[in-house]
């Protein structure tokens, strides 16, 4: 049974910077490309981050493109999220999410087989 877990979410002040980890129970998680993404309150889930599997490719959201860094050490089956100058705009539950095998997912959510049930993260302005 795959599972991915997150952790490192939290409340955080504005300015502030949080490091989210999602550690993958996936056995194909060096060939699969991973990715984040957050559901606000109230609103629907959207993308933030994504990987490849050999790590060499990555996009992001507009909305933290320069801010977030995803990155990945296959060796440990572990995804991160960097998350520097927060927002509070960035409060969120916050889930990792696992592709099948060598398909480079990016930003579409349907395109990701695997989910974790998310971390919260809470910027206070």
């Known amino acids: 049974q795959v599972q991915l877990v997150e952790s490192g979410g939290g409340l955080v002040q504005a300015g502030g910077a949080l490091t989210l980890s999602c550690a993958a129970s996936l056995r194909t998680f060096s060939t699969s490309a991973m990715g984040w993404f957050r559901q606000p309150p109230g609103n629907e889930r959207e993308f933030v981050a994504a990987i490849n599997w050999g790590g060499d490719t990555t996009t992001y959201a507009d909305s933290v493109r320069g801010r977030f860094t995803i990155s990945r050490d296959n060796a440990k089956n572990t995804v991160y999220l960097r998350m520097n100058s927060l927002r509070p705009e960035d409060t969120a539950l916050y889930y990792c999410?696992?592709?099948?095998?060598?398909?480079?997912?990016?930003?579409?959510?349907?395109?990701?087989?695997?989910w974790g049930q998310g971390t919260q993260v809470t910027v206070s302005s």
């Open positions: 999410a696992g592709a099948r095998a060598r398909l480079w997912s990016g930003a579409s959510q349907s395109r990701y087989d695997y």
